[in-house]
């Protein structure tokens, strides 16, 4: 079986489905076998780290929905690079509006034609797959933009700068900040995508003073280029470009020149509603998934570049 993760504000009815699942086929929910879990909370509740998934269900649930733009934005942040968020409903748009016409309290929305839908995702990382509306069947498949290699990997080369010295040591996760004027021109006239993107990164004259000669070897890389909305608020700051690479330095190295070279990109810059915790969250995801691209043959080059 797969691994479902269930999510309902309704306590009772997240029971009743865990009872008929397991009725059918028992499953241990302790460990990491696959297994049908349960979450009582909407979908903005959903911590980050219970993802990414590949693809996020709202059936016959999308019209109950109060807050239904916050709730794509949730479902986007959830779902792997190229995932799937799907709103369905079997008994289709007929059926759907009797229910309203019965309830308006209860179902606040009708269900979103093509129109709605682009006007309801629009600035959000997804887009339409496909849309069945028709009377008796509604089906609207969205999807996450998939990480994709760059048609060929960047090369950047600055010397590290001090950043807003808030926050990513707090974080767990120190970021090199790169002056964004010195190296966003590799990314060519229409400049960079925001958003977080990996690599490989090496430190090119760690200081003799206190560092270890491991420092000099190159290592794996996740780099946000982007306005950082989280702190910032929903507008963004200025462009900042941060690496944070996956080793443990022996020492800083603020005026030391870093080499990173960018095989490709996991996601769009969002702001995490939750805050820090969600971002932190998030990041720990955007580091599993950089290592998981990593180790794939398309970016079997990409270390050479940095040594
Ligand atoms: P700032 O806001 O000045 O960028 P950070 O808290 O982001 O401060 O810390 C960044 C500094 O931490 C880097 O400039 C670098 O000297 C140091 N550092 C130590 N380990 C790492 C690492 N693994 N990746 C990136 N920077 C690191
Ligand atoms: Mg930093």
Known sequence: ???????????????????????????????NAPALRAWTGDIESVPTYQGPVDAVFFNSVFGNVHDQRGALDAASGLARPGGRVVLSHPLGRAWHGRLRAADPEAV??????????DALIAGLPLRVVSLIDEADCYAAVLEVPPGFALPAPLLLEAPVVAGFGRGSRQLGTPTANLPPDQVVGAFGPAGPSLGVYFGWARLLDPDPEGSAPADAAPYPAV??????PTFEGQAGGDLTVEVHVLHRYAAD???????????GFLRPERRFAGGV???????????????????????????????
């Not at 691994?3 to 009743?16: E, F, K, N």
């Open 223 to 228: 780099l946000n280029v982007g306005r950082r």
């Open 108 to 117: 606040p929305h009708a269900l979103p034609d093509a129109g709605a839908l």
């Open 277 to 307: 915790p969600a971002l932190v969250a998030q990041i720990a995801a955007d580091i599993g998934m950089a290592r998981a691209a990593l180790g794939g043959p398309e970016h079997a080059g990409l270390r050479g570049m940095v040594e």
């Open 1 to 31: 079986m797969e691994d479902i993760l269930a999510v309902d504000v309704s306590p009772a009815m997240l029971g009743a489905g865990l009872a008929r699942h397991n009725a059918a086929s028992p499953t241990s929910l302790s460990g």
């Open 253 to 263: 190295f603020y005026g030391r020149p870093l080499r990173v070279a960018v095989g």
